[in-house]
């Protein structure tokens, strides 16, 4: 396949004629919105939403030595997860420069599955096939092995538990665990990326057609409607949670990104990005980086990713992530921003909005936080 080629999910027919409009995602031909995505939005917020994320990148791991091996590889202690649960993590340059941020599920004692953000699959695949030599383990590049799809919202875990038999009520956030769903295996895993409730399914693409019109079916009593990348921008994005290539980058470590707790200096054995890693922690505590924080809008112009943050007619941060809400009913962005400009409530900040200073309000992330 030429590097031109885009690909396309197992469920790109079904998409189609759903009316999806699609668009090129990292190479992927992907669903964008079916109709409105300000309904799509709302009907996760309270409802349920059914996303198709086979565009990401999923790799195995496994060995005797997996375990040791990508605590090695990546920055976070890989090691003591238990088999059946996952980690938010990241993998790191030697400078410490952040090449991706990853979720990692332990699915026996010396396997575990790696996914990767879709635009970096092949940048962590490469970079754990390096770091692997020396350890007793294999990676595997697992991307056409799987489908992925997500059942998201409120009315999540009923759907899903009228087609399954698997304890989901035992199933934490942040764990996985094989079973059956409408007949077919699957990674069961409760974790997303819209600030609710939901789930993830891990199935063979010859699969994923026959679940996805199975879940369909199951949810259309309470309202589930299928959702495309748009929407789930903008969930992720009142939700405060980053998105790589635009709160994450090559150029950040995570204690510039504020997300430093996701290294764990206290592991064993090297990592790398370690002496880096360690240099970047303590300039951060001499100097606070600029923080991410959250803006909104006291007006209706939108922000975006680039634009400037302004106090006092000078330039104190930029725009990473900017769109309307549609839970506040404002436009809201993330932005990183000198400290002294961090706090909740402070006064005269603005964005540069094609050369008018448009007033925001700085607050604290998340923009929403759903109700346990």
């Known amino acids: 396949m030429s590097s031109t080629d885009i690909r396309r999910t197992a469920l790109d027919a079904l998409h189609r004629s759903l009316g999806a409009t699609m668009t090129d995602f990292a190479g992927w031909d992907m669903p964008l919105r079916y109709g409105s995505e300000r309904d799509e939005h709302n009907a996760v ?28 590889a990546l920055v976070g202690n890989i090691g003591s997860v238990g088999v059946g649960r996952a980690r938010y993590t990241m993998i790191c340059r030697a400078d410490g420069g952040i090449l991706d941020d990853l979720i990692v599920y332990r699915l026996g004692e010396t396997e ?18 390096e770091r692997a030599a020396g350890f007793d383990a294999e990676v595997r590049d697992d991307r056409d092995a799987y489908a992925l799809i997500a059942v998201q919202g409120p009315e999540s875990a009923g759907i899903l538990a009228s087609v399954t038999d698997a304890d989901l009520d035992g199933l934490k956030y942040y764990a996985g665990l094989p079973g059956t769903v409408a007949g077919v295996p699957a990674l069961i895993a409760r974790t997303g990326y819209t600030g609710e409730d939901g789930f993830e399914l891990f199935v063979a693409p010859s699969d994923a057609e026959a679940l996805w019109q199975a879940l369909t079916e199951a949810g259309e009593g309470v309202g589930l409607v299928p959702c495309g990348l748009s929407c789930r921008d903008t969930l992720r994005l009142e939700a405060g949670m980053p998105l790589y290539g635009h709160e994450l980058s090559t150029e950040l470590t995570p204690f510039d990104a504020g997300l430093g707790r996701v290294v764990k200096f206290e592991k064993e054995g090297d990592f790398v990005g370690r002496e880096a890693l360690r240099k970047a922690a303590g300039l951060a505590e001499e100097k606070p980086p600029r923080v991410l924080v959250g803006l909104v809008a006291e007006g209706r112009r939108v922000p975006r990713a680039g634009y400037a943050v302004v106090a006092d007619g000078r330039v104190i941060g930029e725009v990473t992530s900017g769109a309307p809400s549609p839970t506040l009913g404002r436009p809201i962005a993330m932005a990183y921003v000198d400290a002294g400009h961090a706090a909740p409530g402070t006064a005269g900040v603005g964005v540069d909005i094609r050369g008018s200073h448009e007033p925001y309000e700085v607050v604290a992330l998340p923009f929403y936080k759903r109700q346990k």
Do not use: C, K, W
């Open 45 to 72: 917020r309270t409802r349920a939403g059914l996303f198709d994320l086979s565009h990401m990148g999923e790799i195995t791991v496994t060995g005797p030595e997996a375990a040791r091996f990508l605590n090695y």
């Open 112 to 129: 575990y599955l790696v996914v990767a953000n879709a635009g970096n699959a092949q940048t962590v695949l490469d970079a754990l096939v």
